[in-house]
């Protein structure tokens, strides 16, 4: 009689079992409900009862099996709604969906703009973001006075007066100090590229911003003409933004280029017809260029007799803004998802 015995503490053990644990509401099912469990055995005992106590414990019995019948059905419905399972229980539950990062908007285009002039025939050089005034400036042919070098414009880290073009320690303003150190390093011919970030003292608005990047390009070879300048150029346009688009250069002034010019695209939006994007002109400025000043050749060891050689640079912010129709610089950089997660099918 040793389990008949112990009938009222199965009892308890039945009513107070809890789980969410497959396995062991599964244990709990084998102990009580199993071929050789607890109900078998109380049954078999049962059957060596004396006859007048056999209608009580069958009672009991019965009572047993059914609270352990609707304990175990009810443990299982609670776990199928409980997304913690543990092990390898429920394998209709949906699997947790795993989230993609996205490329950043200023990414997606610099990689795009590298892939355009790695298709002419550009490489790829980049440079130090503190740079002092010498690759800065005066090797690109800024006079000493030039009010690019003022307070104003540059984030100096240390300055001297009059200019002292070593030890003027500044972050630079554009990433044409990445070419003045490309053309120290190398000869001609010279095909290259150097994106980069750059950083201006300008008051944070909509439309400009401290920091921003660049990708400005450099090629100096015999008989580089502004032919070829406009036809890279041109190339470059029409595979970033159709086929379609038309371009026009306005006469400018950069000191390290001679002549020099201001690209324009034709609009976007309205084909050139005018709209307020490109505020009723048609045009939408996009980049500087021009054909490489001798006297930069020469302060940088190239033979200007023999050589020539075109630069241009662009903003990137610039261009994602007319791709995206992005109309706030600062969303570049202010994190939020809302905007990044816009660009997650660009990767
Ligand atoms: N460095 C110029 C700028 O930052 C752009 C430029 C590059 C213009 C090369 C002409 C030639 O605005």
Redesign the pocket.
Known sequence: MEYLSRLDDFTKDASSFSSVRYDEIESFRIRFLGKKGIIAELFAEFKNLPPDQRRQYGQKINTLKKLVQSRHRQLLKKLSGNKQVHGNDDLTLPGDPVFSGSHHPVSIIRNEIINIFFRLGFSVSEGPEIEDDLHVFTKLNFPPDHPARDMQDTFFIEKNIPVNVTKDILLR??T?SVQVRVMEKQKPPIRTISPGR?FRNEAISARAHCIFH?V?GLYIDIDVSFAQLKQTLLYFTREMFGSGTDIRFRPSF?P??EP?AEMDISCLLCGGKGCNVCKYTGWLEI????MVDPNVLETNGIDSNIFTGF???MGVERIAMLKYQINDLRLYFENDLRFLEQFATHI
């Open positions: 303003t554009h044409s750059v660049q400005e950069f390290f280029t020099s980049l500087g260029c021009g630069a241009f640079g």
